[in-house]
């Protein structure tokens, strides 16, 4: 985990984290959405609907893996920067950062 | 994958539930797949992580509802064919089912 | 809490799955009852949040566990009993259970 | 279980968030040490599996929640003042909380 300077100008978004694993995000997002067409397969194809649950708990755990390496580069970078920087920012961006992480927990 | 191989006659899906509601699984899949595409072109266009999150969040509770469609499917028929019928074949039938629900719970 | 009111006569539950694993149920809720006393000491004297995060993930695969056992039980038996029984009985068992399962899954 | 040691000094705990909220969290966790008891009665009285099942799902999204609002204040604490102090122990403390969230999202 590298941190972004805290003056990286946010304009653009070079200090995100994602950034760097931009391609390893693409790669796994286009799997999942190689699982998804998978799963409209065996839908038309009337598979047993129990091999068709394994599929959806593989996909389901694919997202979740790409989630929270998403939110650790988020914390990494966006949420520490603005800790630093200190402020209201600061309280908004953990604010942000929590609430997702609620959603995450509940979804 | 565990897919069914292709040669297995599945005649006795003809009354599997999901049959039933197959057009309605597959637009719902066909969406999920849409949400997939999506997230490749916010990682793509370097969207802001939260709305990434916000949108894996929804897609995944998307994927839930499916998944609890078709175990309510399963279980109305296909556990409760077995059960009708019973002996071990029904027993291995219940198993499977609370076999794919402890995944569906933990995953 | 929707309990049962007590004048109702549950003769019927003597099939119940869970009877039989009676002790083993009481034994891993007492456990589950020592850990939510564990956690408050922890938060008495102030232990490292990370430390109480930990144990809670612990607690909550615990309670995860009792609800799979659970829910297995009362489709082996009631669920079961219902099908085999049919009619609108068994539709609402049905209905009853996968309501259940949706409950745990997004809990 | 990861119990920090009783004889540790936790001095620095005196600017952990969840101190600030200490009385709240003891409550709620007392109130989650209730509902364990009121699971083990209703299964000693042999109560409706469903019932029950209700139960189990009030208790883990109430565990839920004290595990989300110990986040929040950990990151909004300890997080924050590693993150402004910089160095390999801003770091850490991220990879802690990061983790943290993993095993909470599944849990």
Not at 29 to 49: F, N, P, S, T
Not at 87 to 96: M, Q, S
């Amino acid at each position: 985990m590298t941190m972004a300077s805290a003056d990286t100008p946010h304009d653009e978004h070079a200090g995100h984290g994602y950034i760097s694993g931009k391609d390893e995000y693409l790669k796994r997002l286009r799997r999942i959405e190689g699982q998804a067409r998978g799963l409209q397969r065996m839908v038309e194809d009337e598979k047993y609907c129990i091999d068709i649950l394994t599929q959806v708990s593989a996909m389901t755990k694919a997202l979740q893996a790409v989630a929270l390496g998403l939110l650790d580069d988020h914390i990494s970078h966006c949420v520490v920067d603005a800790a630093v920087a200190g402020g209201p920012e600061a309280e908004a961006k953990i604010k942000e950062a929590t609430d997702a992480i609620a959603r995450l927990v509940r979804s």
